[in-house]
């Protein structure tokens, strides 16, 4: 089950992963790789003449993919996450609310042009979204506000009744919550019902991160 060569690398089980000394420049601590050695990642503290720090790095790719630093600090620069506005498209009932416009979008796992969310692995994911929908005319009726996923099933966040006629930006509806989901799941944001021709209002803002 365990073997350790002449040389000092540790193999675990017959076909599992091998554990040797890393060899990438400022790299001080193991590089851990299937068995035969062609890829899988690089386990190290990364320490240097200027800073002292523990990394874990991609060994095909040689990019840092989670930092602890000196400090205490925990940075993970591909962790799936993403952030959307508004840019007055048209809303329609039961579909996704149309946020085509990124700041970020670690990893592309949002589309804008579906409006949806691809969860890149089983996990739990953080779910905000604000919503301000303008030319939203009276209908007295609640306006409901869900996160919607591939299966059909559909998450509240939040809901209001709309009693006033005006021109522009007149109410918002918003909320977050932290939802669990299988890999290559879609999850989007939905509005159950609308009256008149609303549009959504370019600060209305919506985004998803994996926290676990």
Same mark, same amino acid.
């Given at each position: 089950?365990?073997?350790? /060569?002449? &040389?000092?690398?540790?193999?675990? @089980? ?24 062609? /890829? ?26 989670? /930092? ?47 409006? @949806? %969310? ?17 030319? %939203? ?22 809901? @209001?009744?709309?009693?006033? &006629? ?47």
């Amino acid at each position: 089950r365990l073997r350790i /060569t002449s &040389n000092g690398t540790v193999i675990v @089980k017959t076909n599992g992963m091998n554990l040797e000394n890393a060899t990438a420049t400022n790299s001080r601590g193991y590089s851990i790789t299937n068995a035969a050695g062609s /890829t899988g990642w690089t386990f190290g503290n990364g320490i240097t003449a200027s800073s002292h720090q523990f990394v874990i790095y991609d060994n095909t790719a040689g990019a840092a993919r989670l /930092t602890i630093a000196s400090n205490g600090a925990v940075t993970k620069p591909s962790q799936p996450a993403f952030s959307a506005k508004g840019t007055t498209d048209a809303i329609s009932a039961g579909s996704p609310l149309p946020y085509d416009s990124t700041d970020y979008n670690n990893g592309n796992h949002y589309n804008t042009s579906t409006y @949806k %969310f691809t969860c890149p692995v089983a996990g739990y994911y953080y779910v905000t979204c604000h919503v301000v929908p303008t030319g %939203f005319s009276s209908s007295n009726q609640n306006v409901e506000l869900y996160i919607k996923n591939t299966a059909g099933t559909r998450l509240f966040l939040d809901r @209001k009744v709309k009693t006033n &006629n005006y021109a522009s930006n007149n109410f918002s509806v918003g909320g977050s919550r932290i939802v669990y989901q299988a890999a290559n799941t879609d999850l989007w944001v939905e509005f159950n019902s609308i009256s008149g021709s609303p549009t959504l209002e370019g600060s209305s803002h919506f985004g998803i991160m994996l926290m676990a």
